[in-house]
């Protein structure tokens, strides 16, 4: 557990005071512990090492380059869905094989830049899509690898916005249809694309491992029908998805997962992807933001912190859950509080209707599982600085993400009429 209270009740982040990590780089403040990414990978990699399972981290969760370097010294490729994506992950090192470009709107530039990098797998989404990705490889004299995303339409009983299996979201190829073995005949019979499988990926957020399980059977029958038609079918990529538990302090369990891909895939000779990226992040990262005003009210208190929508945007978007304590423990009586940002909306909150202690100006409270969807979706919405990031490796901290100035972001712009 890299995040723990010490015996004065200080919370620690990989054993160093969070208190002193606030003073020295300031707040809001990501703060990640490195040997936690690298045992929950760890612990993934064991999980699907039975059958064979290459994971392939997905860099949207956390992009950091630092924490990408790490991952791939110790044998994770990535799963991208950019050229912004692509080029971040070859910067921290990854290996072009080991990059799997997913994403329904890949554009010509990116494809270009997929086959001049020579990345190992595109995922493919829609028959259009292939026929750019060949198209270009024709002009170039080059065979894509290219696999395709099916949509098995299953509801992976997540949060709607992020639930991709059911046909009625943009993702995937539809299986049920006949349109996912036209493109795959399609593929087959092109003289510039090769074949490498076939990938699926229902949402994310998974607590309950039924849907996997479903999707997984679905994409198994229908590659072995492929192959009964003598395609090749060498890849199954089997997405990311695996849940995390916000409320408590539970790590996700990769032993149930691992046991269900293994009692599924044992024997069958596919190579197995994956592309786990909150079941590595979130636990492994923490939000440190410092209380400025407590506001009254009748009903209950307003907990205006230092850190807002722009900073950390899960529960403004999703009605996310994160738990949230001060650092510092106490028997302090409890309100009915909001814990909320700066920012001028209603939707800037980071936490609504807890019981939470009173807290005085300039404490800090931090907000747990941040290290997945974090700091990736902060914005620079009211001219606000994005969080620095910090990583603890094997004791030391560094500061992987230095906070940017109000003058940089001005400098990003140009101002032609400026007297
Ligand atoms: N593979 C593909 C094709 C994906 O679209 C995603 C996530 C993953 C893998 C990784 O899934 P994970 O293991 O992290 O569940 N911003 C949202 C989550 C969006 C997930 C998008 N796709 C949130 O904060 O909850």
């Known amino acids: 557990m890299p995040f723990t209270y010490d015996e004065d009740g200080l919370l620690c982040a990989d054993g160093h005071p969070t208190s002193e990590l606030a003073q020295k780089f300031g707040t809001p403040l990501y703060v990640y512990s490195a040997d936690g990414f690298l045992a929950h990978l760890a612990a993934f990699q064991q999980a699907v090492a039975p059958v064979n399972g290459k994971v392939h981290f997905a860099v949207k969760a956390n992009a950091n380059l630092a924490l990408l370097s790490l991952m791939a010294q110790q044998g994770a490729g990535a799963d991208i869905v950019s050229g912004g994506e692509m080029q971040r992950a070859l910067a921290?090192?990854?290996?072009?094989?080991?990059?799997v470009f997913s994403g329904v709107g890949k554009t010509d530039d990116e494809i270009r830049l997929a086959l001049a990098k020579n990345i190992g797998q595109i995922n493919a989404e829609s028959p259009e899509e292939i026929k750019h990705i060949e198209a270009i490889a024709s002009e170039w004299g080059l065979k894509a690898p290219v696999a395709i995303r099916v949509n098995p339409d299953i509801d992976a009983k997540s949060h709607e916005k992020i639930s991709t299996g059911q046909k009625s979201?943009?993702?995937?190829?539809?299986?049920?249809?006949?349109?996912?073995?036209?493109?795959?005949?399609?593929?087959?019979?092109?003289?510039?694309?090769?074949?490498?499988?076939?990938?699926?990926?229902?949402?994310?957020?998974?607590?309950?491992?039924?849907?996997?399980?479903?999707?997984?059977?679905?994409?198994?029958?229908?590659?072995?029908?492929?192959?009964?038609?003598?395609?090749?079918?060498?890849?199954?990529?089997?997405?990311?998805?695996?849940?995390?538990?916000?409320?408590?302090?539970?790590?996700?369990?990769?032993?149930?997962?691992?046991?269900?891909?293994?009692?599924?895939?044992?024997?069958?000779?596919?190579?197995?992807?994956?592309?786990?990226?909150?079941?590595?992040?979130?636990?492994?990262?923490?939000?440190?933001t410092s209380a400025l005003y407590t506001k009254a009210s009748e009903e209950k208190d307003f907990i205006i912190v230092d850190a807002a929508m722009n900073d950390l945007l899960r529960p403004t978007l999703y009605e996310a859950y994160h738990r949230i304590e001060p650092i510092q423990q106490s028997n302090r009586a409890k309100r009915l509080s909001d814990i909320v940002g700066p920012v001028c909306e209603t939707g800037d909150y980071l936490a609504r209707g807890r019981d939470f202690p009173s807290v005085e100006s300039g404490e800090v409270v931090a907000v747990f599982n941040a290290g997945a969807y974090g700091s990736v979706m902060a914005s620079n919405y009211n001219t606000r600085a994005m969080p620095a990031e910090i990583l603890i490796h094997q004791g030391e901290v560094h500061l992987i993400k230095p906070r940017k100035t109000i003058e940089d972001l001005l400098n990003d712009e140009h101002n032609p009429f400026a007297e």
């Open 92 to 99: 921290a090192g990854i290996a072009p094989q080991d990059i």
């Open 169 to 288: 979201t943009k993702f995937g190829i539809p299986i049920a249809t006949g349109e996912a073995e036209a493109v795959y005949d399609y593929i087959h019979n092109s003289p510039h694309l090769v074949a490498r499988g076939l990938a699926v990926h229902i949402g994310s957020q998974l607590t309950d491992l039924a849907p996997f399980k479903a999707a997984y059977q679905t994409l198994i029958a229908l590659a072995d029908g492929f192959r009964a038609k003598g395609y090749d079918v060498p890849i199954l990529d089997l997405g990311g998805g695996l849940g995390i538990d916000y409320h408590g302090e539970e790590t996700p369990d990769f032993a149930a997962y691992g046991a269900l891909v293994s009692s599924l895939f044992s024997g069958l000779d596919y190579q197995l992807g994956f592309e786990p990226g909150r079941s590595i992040a979130a636990d492994n990262g923490i939000l440190l």
